[in-house]
């Protein structure tokens, strides 16, 4: 199996996942979320973690072109291999001279590692899926308040400036001379210090300028405004809020009774 | 429309008034272009004229600025944000938004106006600043020029009666900037707004007409019309009166077969290049073109293959791994990102003690005190207070100070005045025959710069379209028809 070394990011694609409403998915990594804690079988963890591959599949996630994926499945694994070590409890299904593996120990290792692999694949794919702008627009269109969805919205905006930003000062110290080397340690302190300084100013120029824009532009002149994004929910996505929402209560009806 | 009536200012912590006394009557529909040396309060004579000096800054402010009889001082900002609208010098840094379109319809939305007349200004705006192309493109996704553009789109949306735009074209390369003086020619010729442009390219504005007000240490000193101030113009093309070396005997840098990546793309590929000790080398091209790239590659900030061959002293050169930086002299784009210390005379002195710790000579022997003389006047105070014109001449100025072999210098000229550029030049042409020194200038101002270099290195999309002497340069940008930087070069 080969990862490469690509982030999880937003990707357009011409999907039914991607062409949901982004408060749809949202809606259902919540769902997905609480089934993974509701169901207490190690089956039906894994039938809930076999759909979500599938809607993954259907979303065409780069599951082998992701480093994450790797750390996920790592992580899985160490999982379920604690389980499967230190659990020792119920009677052996496999006894191997250096390990003899339990029932108990089998099925928790198998439900642990399900239930964390469905919720964090789920975010993956719902990132992967989902436009954070839209979604911000359309959770202030259906009642966020304004100021919270453009802090959000603001903060996305100065994530790369700020990375060029990073990049821009070390290289300019280390061209006027500085040296990160730990030794001598105050010296060492000092240039980190020169670099924090200077990413400090030049974030508060960067939230100057943008304050000046955005008064500039009558923000917060009203207590509610307009948007010109159209937030569409087409049948689609009422199918899938409705068949979601029955999803989730029968589970919790198996669970109650 | 506009009056402003003994207007001063003195910023929080400084000794000398920003704005001093100034008084100035703006009509509707009027061009204004705002120039002076920089430094001297131009950007802070727009923030009050917007109305953010007296709400968001700290310091002595008195005077008024009255818009329509009604004082400024007392209004809400988003009130001040009906009537008059400030594009600020770096569009980048003033986007709100991830997408064209939410970007021009965020002040729109702010004013609660319907969703349907917001698409409708939207696509009006657009066609304004002939950017209609890019309504559904992604922000970071925009060139220079078209950010700009986007800039005053989001301007125009807004239908104020008065635009501010703080050095428009500073960023741009010649190209764009041509595009957006089409703009402005459009917006002039509505008579609906008032546009005020601070600027330093004066020639291409003459063609419009414009009031030109001139600001010297925060007083307003002159207000001309353009057949008066082209008087001025014509003293800033005096030839420097150069005899162009021809032949160079030592190579300092070799390419060959040599690409340049940035985040794994390959940015520019060079097939064989080189640099001879002793040379000015205009560097041209269009943003994007790959003259950043070019410098970050040659210091090895990125990450290149093929042949690099550097001889500084007979050593081979990597500054990414730390080896003498002290034989580079590099001036970043964004003067903002290279100041460490707290006053400006320590910044000028700063590298000088990095790279020679035990050197006791008066560091102020170092620095080209004639260039950078009004630096001299602000000796203890901090870097960030500077202007953005003074910023660059004192993070070139601290360069200088180390006597580094090789100056790769990026576009040190936005910001600066005509003559502030032709003194900069001046002193680079000073140090490279003292020091037989060797200096790279990325520039979109190649009519002052070729009178100092002896070559011109023009990029074009990742490549080299000529590397040819100055004295070619003209009959090669016809070859290629680089019209833009043909008529840049013989501009008035």
Redesign the interface.
Known sequence: MRFENQRIRHQYKKTMIHNLNPIVKAIWVIIMSLSAFVLQGYLEEVILFLFVLIIGFISRFPFFRTRSIRILFLTVLFLAMIQLVFNKHGEIIVDLNLITIYKSGFENAVYISARFAVIVLISFIFIFTTDTNELFYSLMKIGLPYRFGFAVITSMRLVPIFGNEVDQIYYAQISKGVKYRIFPINRFLGAIIQFLRLLMISIIRQVDAMVISMEGRSFGLLARRTFSREVVFSYIDYISIFVGFIFLIIISIDKVF | MISVRNLSFRYEGRELKTLDNINLDINLGELIVLTGESGCGKTTFA?AL?G?LSH?FAGEYSGTVSINDESIEKKP??EI??DI??V?Q?P????????V??EI???????????RE??IC?KKALQAVYAEDLIDRN??TLSGGEKQKIAIA?AVA?QPKIIILDEPTSNLDIKSTKNIYSVFKRLIDQKEISLIIIEHKLNELMSFSPRILKLSHGKLISQQNNQNFSNILSKTRERAGKEFKRDFDQKVIQLKDFSIYRNGNEVLKINLLEINKGELISILGNNGAGKSSFI?GL?G?LYSTGQKRMILNDKIID??R?RH??K?G?V?Q?P?????CETVENELI??LR??FPFDTKDPKTYYCVSAFADLSSELKTHP?KLSYGQKKRLSIA?VLA?HPELLLLDEIFIGQSNSNVIRIMSTLDDYKKKNNATVLIINHQPRIVHQYADRAIFFDEGRVLFDVNINKVEENLLNFKKNEYLESLNAI
């Open positions: 923030l917007t953010f968001l900002l988003t944000a009906e609208y400030l600020q770096n980048q840094n003033q986007f709100v938004t991830l997408t379109r939410d319809a965020f002040g729109l939305e702010n004013k609660g106006i319907a969703t917001i698409h939207i922000i970071d989001t807004l970050l210091m900030i500054i990414k730390q930086p002290e580079f590099l970043f964004n903002d990102h290279q100041f460490f700063f590298p990095n790279f960030i601290s180390y």
